[in-house]
């Protein structure tokens, strides 16, 4: 990494964890020059806005999401083996970066009109290829026969609220809460004497 890749990475770090705990709004591109120790003009020499900021934090969590995603029905497997798979990951992302997730999920609204359209078409990407598969899944008999738009909305939004109450510092990791979701989530929580 060069020292702009280097200055470029730590102002994204940074203003992700900002905008994780304060909100994007509360925070200025003066929080986050004071946290680096320089001014908010350097900032400018990287981004030309806090809005671009806020842009990149989300084009990195669903530009590689949707590539994964798509390597994943790419390698083949029965539906219900492709969408563990494609779950697990999803998962395993937010884990990652449980601030950029954070950000992702309740900054969306805040991006300007044109970098919103372009996330939300990635995203979009990203659910549909998903819902694919839960599609061929239900036409193989492997799912429910519930509407992918339905089915795929509420397992993905169940494994993107981990990053509202994981804790890295708790007992239980990634791999361990994505088990328990996907056990919840496929058999219910109907214990077998229900």
Do not use: C
């Amino acid at each position: 990494m060069t020292m702009v890749e280097d200055r470029r990475a730590q102002i994204l770090r940074i203003a992700t964890r900002l905008f994780s705990e304060k909100g994007y709004a509360r925070t200025t591109l003066d929080d986050v020059a004071a946290e680096i120790g320089f001014t908010k003009p350097a900032i400018y020499h990287w981004f030309d806005s806090k809005d671009q900021i806020l842009f990149e934090i989300h084009r990195d969590i669903v530009e590689p999401a949707l590539e994964e995603v798509r390597q994943i029905r790419a390698t083949g497997g029965s539906p219900t083996e492709q969408l563990r798979r494609i779950l697990t990951a999803h998962v395993e992302r937010v884990l990652l970066n449980v601030d950029a997730n954070t950000v992702f999920a309740r900054e969306s609204a805040q991006l300007t009109t044109d970098r919103g359209e372009e996330i939300r078409s990635l995203d979009g990407a990203y659910e549909h290829e998903v819902r694919a598969v839960y599609a061929a899944g239900v036409a193989a008999g492997e799912f429910a026969d519930i509407d992918p738009v339905v089915a795929i909305g509420t397992l993905l939004s169940a494994y993107s609220w981990v990053s509202q109450w994981y804790r890295s510092d708790g007992p239980l990791t990634g791999e361990a809460i994505s088990g328990m979701i996907g056990t919840l989530l496929e058999s219910g929580y109907r214990g077998d004497g229900a």
